[in-house]
Structures are given as C-alpha cells and as structure tokens.
C-alpha cells in the first residue's frame, strides 16, 4: 500500500496526459474536430468508475465471508471514489455532447445506463446513512453493493449494445470508434487510463487510511 | 401466513382502483398511446411498492427469529418471494382491468400483455422482497424502500415499457391529406389498401395505387419487394414529394413483430432469474440481523 513508486507512475502518467493531450495533433473527424482531445479525459472516468466498483464488489463480497469491518470500510470508499468518477464522467460528458451533439444531454442509451448505475451507487449511500448500528449496515450495505454492481453492469455493458446510441463504436455514428484511434492518440489514450485509474486507487488509500486511523482514535 | 391478513390485500385492491379511478376523473379517456403506457406502469409501480412493502416489516423480531429457527432463510425468502409474486400478478391482472374499464385500452394483443404482465409481475417480486429485507432492517424504512427498489427497477420498466410500445403500436397513423399537407416531411400512413399499377424504369420500384382510411387514394412509389396488401391494414412510413408518396418502409399493422417480442420476454426472464440468484446466495448473509 505503501510503496511510493505507482504514485510517482500516476503523476507522471496524468502529467503526459495533460501536456501530450493538449499538444498532439488529433485527427480532424466530423463532429468531433478538436474536442476529440476530451477522449482522454471523458472516457478514462468510466474505466476509472468500472474499475473502483469493481473493487468494491470484491471488498464488499469478502465482507460477507469474513465479516471484517474493515472490508467494509474498503467497500465503500472504493464506491465512494468510483461514484465521484461517474460524476465526473458525466460533467465531462456534458461538455463533449454539448460541443459535438449540440445538447448538454442528448437522449441516448449510454447516457441513461449510466445515470442510473450512478443512482443506484447514490441509494447505496442513502442506505448506509440511514442505519446506526455498523455491523448491520455493513452487512445490508454490502448485499445492496453486489446487487448494484450487477444493475450497474446490466446498464453500462449489457443495456447499450442491444440499442443504437449516439456513441462510437454503435449505430450509425460517422465519428471515430476504437479502431479510428490513430497511433499518436494511443500513446496518450493508454497511460491516460491507467493514469486516472490509480488517482482513484490513491484517492481511496489516503480515504480509508484516514477512516481507520478515526475509528482507532474512537 | 399473509393471507390471514386480510387488511393488506384489501388495501391494494382499494388503492389500485383509487388511482385509476383518479386518473379517470383527471383525463376521462386518453387518446395519447405513450401517455397511456406511461400511467399504467407508474400505477402498477407504486401499487407493487404498496404490496411489497408489508413482506418483511410486518414481522416482529420474535416472529423472525422464530422464522429463523424453523427452516433455512433461503426457504424463507423463497416463499415470501412466491407469495408475493402471487400477489403481483393478481395485482397486475387487476389493474389491467380496472384501467382499461376506466381509462380505455390500447392493447391490440391482450394474452400477450398479460404474459408481460405476469413476468414482470415475478421479476417485480424478485427486487422488491430483498429489498424489502433490507430495508426493513434500516430505520426509516417507508422512504428507504423505494429509494431502494425504484433503480434497481428501472431495468425491469426499459422492457416493459418498450414492449407494451410495440404492443400498443405506439404511433398515431396519419392520412394522405395530413401527408400531402406537410410534403417532404415523414409520416406513417395508415393504409385500408394497396394496389400494385405499374413498374417504374428502375425495375426495383413498383407504383402503386393506395388509398388511406379517409379512402383517399394516391398513388405510391415503393422500391423492394412487397406483398400486395389487399385489404389488409397496411402502414407506411414515407414522405411526398411532387404529388407522389414515396413510400420507404411498410408493414401490415395487425402483426406484433414476434422477434421483438421474443427478445423483451427473453430479457425479462433472465432479469428475473439473475436477481432470484443475488437474492438467495445473499438473503442468508443477512437475514440474522
């Protein structure tokens, strides 16, 4: 947990992806144009998002086999941080749709599947602050998180390909896809993620870090 | 055990026929297919809350853990999740018949809707009894419940919502005259018949002579194959330009298009499956507290 040598890997990572991501010529794509420099920042949050609940999911299950507050604490710190990358991911979002769509949120499936895996991370949290005693909230809080993590995979993973959307890579999108990402942009689109990707890991060590050195005191 | 309560069941009897009765008084008939979608689910959503609510709450603690001791909790929640699957499917049915008594009917295909009705019914059940086990559990659990449920819902009303769309046809047809009146522009007209007239120079098209329910008869230019569709209710989605309809898709309106509806059934049941699995690999995990 300790070691300081991904932390270095982080800021240098995000630091690239900063500089690089502003300065490296993207392909001119309609409607994209230059927004198209918001990939590495709009698309990493939801791998970052993924990511964290993921972790989450596995805190929250190894909870319910070994009955260890602490997991408990990991569980929803990690929650936590992936629901402030889902917001993140939407305000980014917003942006980019605004500027390449013409709507702050435009109706398309994606977007919905992924305010309302958003929403249920929110119930998670209204559930968790709505029981005193905390072996039972811990308990019915992590039941409640395998059981979002699965709607959440439903709705972000599932729920958009059965549907046209908006987004490249379905539908009849004239913008870029996956495979449209030409080699410059993948060498910033790649450490960008993992980038990302351990701010949130760090975001969430200092937070737990700083909720087990509380419940020591008490 | 529940049924010995008959105070419960009456309510939900009452409160769907209120609702209904409510939104009779405020709307007489609805003439808008959408809208009528929109209040029937968000009737049947809040009269399944009402429903589910009482699966776990009414039960003290000693009658928990009485429960606790007789039989495994996964058996427990099994059978809370049957009753009230029972219960939702007789609610669901219920409401369908006051709303439709009250408010009007849209359906064209009714076995198929109340198919819909009674999978959705059992998937509802799933959600709501572990949700109401959770949250009975917390304090303030008459507002947890739904902040609970109503997310982890919205799955299961994507596909009831599009599938009673398609059953209900959804769109409101239009006449030639509309057509012509906005030319350019794309409509769906519905069609009493189509007659086929002559092939064009490009021998993929084929002119036709159809004629809208005003009886109203134009010509229409259609390239691809098509049945000739006599007498049959036939709708047409295409535009006019120059005093032709040109025709872009048809297709006849009696037929609820059966791999759609394969797909939402299909969905909707392992939905259901999925959650019935969470719900027993994790009710036991909690059902001690």
Redesign the interface.
């Known amino acids: 947990m300790r070691k300081i040598w991904w932390k270095i890997l982080c800021i240098v990572f995000l630091v690239f992806t900063v500089i690089a991501g502003f300065k490296i010529k993207v392909p001119a794509l309609y409607p994209t144009q230059e927004t198209l420099r918001n990939l590495f920042f709009h698309v990493p949050m939801w791998f970052g998002m993924i990511t964290m609940m993921t972790v989450s999911l596995v805190y929250s299950l190894r909870f ?1 086999n070994k009955k260890d507050l602490k997991h408990d604490i990991f569980a929803q710190n990690f929650a936590h941080t992936g629901t402030l990358f889902g917001v993140l991911g939407f305000i980014t979002g917003m942006l980019w749709g605004k500027y390449t769509w013409g709507e702050w949120i435009p109706e398309d499936t994606k977007i919905i599947g992924a305010a ?1 895996a958003v ?2 991370y929110f ?1 998670y949290f ?2 968790r602050s ?3 005693d905390e ?2 909230k811990a ?2 809080s ?3 998180n ?3 993590y ?2 959440l995979i ?2 972000t993973v599932i ?1 958009p390909r ?1 549907h046209a959307s908006l987004h490249p890579g379905n539908g009849g999108n004239p913008g870029f896809n996956a495979y449209d990402l030409d080699s410059t942009m993948r060498m910033v689109f790649y450490p960008a993620i993992i980038g990302w990707i351990l701010l949130g890991v760090w975001i969430c060590t200092i937070k737990i870090r700083i909720e087990l050195l509380q419940r020591n005191t008490i | 055990m529940e049924l010995r309560r008959k105070s419960g069941i009456n309510s939900i009897l009452l409160f769907v026929v209120a609702t209904t009765f409510v939104s009779f008084l405020a709307l007489q008939t609805i003439q808008h297919a959408p809208t009528w979608n929109a209040l029937f689910w968000i009737i049947t959503l809040f009269a399944f809350i009402n429903a589910a609510n009482n699966t776990f709450r009414n039960d003290s603690e000693n009658t928990q853990m009485y429960l606790n001791q007789l039989a495994h909790p996964q058996s427990i929640l099994l059978s809370k999740t049957l009753y009230n699957a029972l219960l939702m499917v007789t609610t669901g049915i219920l409401n369908y018949l006051c709303y439709s008594f009250f408010v009007g009917n849209f359906i064209s295909n009714h076995a198929l809707f109340i198919l819909l009705i009674v999978i959705g019914g059992i998937g509802f059940a799933c959600v709501l009894s ?1 949700t109401n086990a ?2 009975s ?4 659990n008459n507002t ?1 419940m739904p ?2 449920s109503i ?2 819902l ?2 299961f009303f ?1 596909i009831l919502v599009a599938q009673t769309n398609h059953l209900v046809g959804n769109k409101e047809y239009k006449d030639f005259a509309y057509a012509a009146a906005r030319s350019g522009m794309e409509v769906d007209v519905l069609c009493k018949n189509i007659e086929f007239q002559s092939s064009t120079a490009d021998s993929n098209c084929n002119v036709f002579a159809a004629s809208d329910y005003q009886n109203k008869k134009s010509t229409m230019v259609f390239c691809g194959n098509i049945d000739p569709h006599n007498n049959i209710e036939t709708i047409v989605k295409g535009k006019f330009e120059n005093g032709t309809f040109y025709a872009a898709a048809i297709w006849t309106k009696a037929n609820v298009n059966t791999n759609t509806s394969i797909k939402y059934y299909g ?1 909707l049941s392992l ?1 259901t499956l ?2 019935l699995i ?1 719900g027993l690999y ?2 036991p ?2 059902a001690k ?1």
Request: glycine share 0%.
């Open positions: 319910l309302v929403l249920f119930a209204i559930l709505a029981i005193n072996e039972k308990h019915l992590a039941a409640y395998v059981f979002a699965v709607m439903i709705f729920y059965m | 572990l959770i949250s559990k917390a304090s303030f947890l902040i609970l997310p982890l919205i799955p994507i969905a939905l999925i959650v969470i994790l009710y995990k909690i507290f």
